[in-house]
């Protein structure tokens, strides 16, 4: 079992940056595929980004394509999601999310959720 804990989110003017960390308790924190999903206030949750175990394969919602990266440090048993040129349909709660082994774009393919952090951008 593993438990997430999001941080970093914030208030941000549109053209600025971000960077979310979500630091994951215990010692197999590598064998988890890691992934980022948002939620709208009234919206479902939805696919942001999402990394292998290993770091080598990454995949990203055509929405964030080119303004976010997504990261991992296995020793320090974190992800990271690098935001930049952040817009207002960017404002959510960002929740990290794990699974065992390969990674998935689905809410309901993540066994595991941090509290979510929020992030709102104004115009």
């Known amino acids: 079992q593993v438990q997430l804990v999001e941080s970093g989110g914030g208030l941000v003017q549109a053209g600025d940056s971000l960077r979310l960390s979500c630091a994951a308790s215990?010692?197999?924190?590598?064998?988890?595929?890691m992934g980022w999903f948002r939620q709208a206030p009234g919206k479902e949750r939805r696919f942001v980004s999402a990394i292998s175990w290993s770091g080598g394969n990454t995949v990203y919602a055509d929405s964030v394509k080119g303004r976010f990266t997504i990261s991992r440090d296995n020793a320090k048993n974190t992800v990271y999601l690098q935001m930049n040129s952040l817009e207002p349909e960017d404002t959510a709660v960002y929740y990290c999310a794990a699974r065992v082994q390969y990674l998935g774009t689905s809410p309901d393919e993540y066994d595991y959720w941090g509290q979510g952090t929020q992030v709102t951008v104004s115009s």
């Open positions: 215990g010692r197999t924190f590598s064998r988890y595929a």
